[in-house]
């Protein structure tokens, strides 16, 4: 399992490659689910991680198609490896496939120059506060339209914590449901250190935090302290199940 931590400028990023995060993920976490940095931020993010990680990006919740592979180009462009859509507000699995196929060929078209960049689509186990679709109806969408992979969090960053809202039965078929269309699977949701374990057991491919990262909560900086500490423990916790 690899670590993802989402960082908002370009000193997080280094803490948290400092710190051994696996991938370090753009976003703004101060104004929402899913909201990206300015592109010369995230050009600032790219940069100082150098190539040494892959770098992701939020690129926000899908409601236009022209918008979200525009964004999705735009990103792509300047860097990102993966790009994250989520689908609040989205009533069906049709349109999450149109919208996430949008996507995917913004995505494709950035992915020209020896570039690769892939679409992770967003499920939200709080998905009621969103009005959008519950977690298991968007894996066949999000598979069939192109999706690399699915990031399963929360949206309201005040509310339950992902394993308040499912327990481990539920994690763990939520993973195998994506694995079985062959995309990867990424558990985020107000995680702490002591959840990784339980994360790590559910099959996830990635775990992502951003709280238990940070000095102070989400909207304090990324410490590298922090950031490797989170990994011991993962790490730990592998060794003791092998």
Known sequence: MRLLVSV???????????????????????????TPVAADVFGEIHASVAGARPVTA???????????????????????RYVKVGFAGIGTAERVGVLTKAAVRGARAAGSGGRTCEVV???????????????FALVAAAAQAGAAGML????????????????ANALGLFVSSVHETGLFVALAGRL??????????AGADIAGV?????????TGPVSAEKVRLLQQ?????GKDRT
């Open 121 to 135: 689509a967003v499920a939200y186990a709080d998905a009621d506060r969103t009005l959008g679709l519950a977690p």
């Open 58 to 80: 939020a690129i926000g919740n899908a409601l236009d198609e022209g918008a979200i592979e525009e964004a999705a180009r735009v990103f792509g462009l300047a860097g990102a």
């Open 210 to 218: 951003r709280g238990a990262a940070c000095d102070g909560g989400r």
């Open 8 to 34: 908002a400028n370009a000193a997080e990023a280094s803490a948290a490659l400092a710190g051994g995060a696996d991938l370090i993920d753009a976003k703004d976490p101060a104004t929402g689910m899913l």
């Open 152 to 167: 399963l969090d929360t949206a309201d960053k005040t509310g339950p914590a992902l394993r308040s809202l499912l327990d």
């Open 192 to 201: 702490s250190a002591g959840d990784l374990p339980a994360i790590r057991d």
């Open 233 to 237: 423990t993962h790490k730990r916790a």
